[in-house]
Nanobody, 119 residues
Framework: QVQLVESGGGLAQPGASLRLSCAAS????????MGWYRQAPGKQRELVAT??????NYADSVKGRFTISRDNAKNTVYLQMNSLKPEDTAVYYC??????????????WGQGTQVTVSS
């Protein structure tokens, strides 16, 4: 099993920055994809950014403002969020596609961290 612990959410003013972190722990054999999704009230969960080895993918709404990165040695993924907008307000979920000793890959989700952008 893989556990995900998120941190870094909170309240920010429009134009400000926040950085989210998500550390994966447990019986990890290999991690394929690490990333972030978000869900605003009354909306479906949507992709924010994902990262495999050497390749990242962003939602159009965050391109140029958000940057995803990962530290493979620490099994940690980060999301640097700059120029925040009120429409970025949502619960942000960490996502990992990883394999444990069974060598089969499964999807894992964090518990979610609230990001609120408001003046």
């Amino acid at each position: 099993q893989v556990q995900l612990v998120e941190s870094g959410g909170g309240l920010a003013q429009p134009g400000a920055s926040l950085r989210l972190s998500c550390a994966a722990s447990g019986n990890i054999f290999s991690i394929n994809v690490m990333g972030w999704y978000r869900q605003a009230p009354g909306k479906q969960r949507e992709l924010v950014a994902t990262m495999t080895i050497g390749r990242s993918n962003y939602a159009d709404s965050v391109k140029g403002r958000f940057t995803i990165s990962r530290d493979n040695a620490k099994n940690t993924v980060y999301l640097q969020m700059n120029s925040l907008k009120p429409e970025d307000t949502a619960v942000y979920y960490c996502y990992v596609n990883a394999a444990s000793t069974g060598r089969r890959y499964f999807d894992y989700w964090g518990q979610g961290t609230q990001v609120t952008v408001s003046s």
